[in-house]
């Protein structure tokens, strides 16, 4: 059965920072294209950082209001089957509830959510003083 389970949310103060994992079961993490994204109530989900099977490039969801880049990281740990998001700097409107997915496609453009087939439940993620 293939699965997808994060853990690592919680209460952080802005400038902090939080690693969240991501493990696989019923498959290899490792031949997937895989990413991170994350939904706030009332609002579509948004791409955080993804990582293609196919080259090992990662991209984002560009946002001009927002950008992550440089504020966050993704890695994997093939020995463990578990993929990682890293965030630091945090700040209040990184609150929401943070999603791990995973698709067998070697190349997904743009960290777009609608192409990737697995999905964990979410762990929610609050920054605030």
């Known amino acids: 059965q293939v699965q997808l389970v994060e853990s690592g949310g919680g209460l952080v103060q802005p400038g902090g920072s939080l690693r969240l994992s991501c493990e696989a079961t019923?498959?290899?993490?490792?031949?997937?294209?895989v990413g991170w994204f994350r939904q706030v109530p009332g609002k579509e989900r948004e791409g955080v950082i993804c990582?293609?099977?196919?080259?090992?490039?990662?991209?984002?969801?560009?946002s001009p209001k927002d950008s992550v880049k440089g504020r966050v990281t993704i890695s994997r740990d093939n020995t463990k089957n578990t993929m990682y998001l890293e965030m630091s700097n945090l700040k209040p409107e990184d609150t929401a509830v943070y999603y791990c997915?995973?698709?067998?496609?070697?190349?997904?453009?743009?960290?777009?959510?609608?192409?990737?087939?697995?999905w964990g439940r979410g762990t929610q993620v609050t920054v605030s003083s």
């Open positions: 997915a995973a698709d067998p496609q070697p190349f997904i453009s743009h960290c777009i959510g609608l192409l990737y087939d697995y």
């Open positions: 990582i293609n099977k196919s080259d090992g490039s990662i991209t984002y969801k560009e």
């Open positions: 019923g498959f290899n993490l490792n031949e997937y294209s």
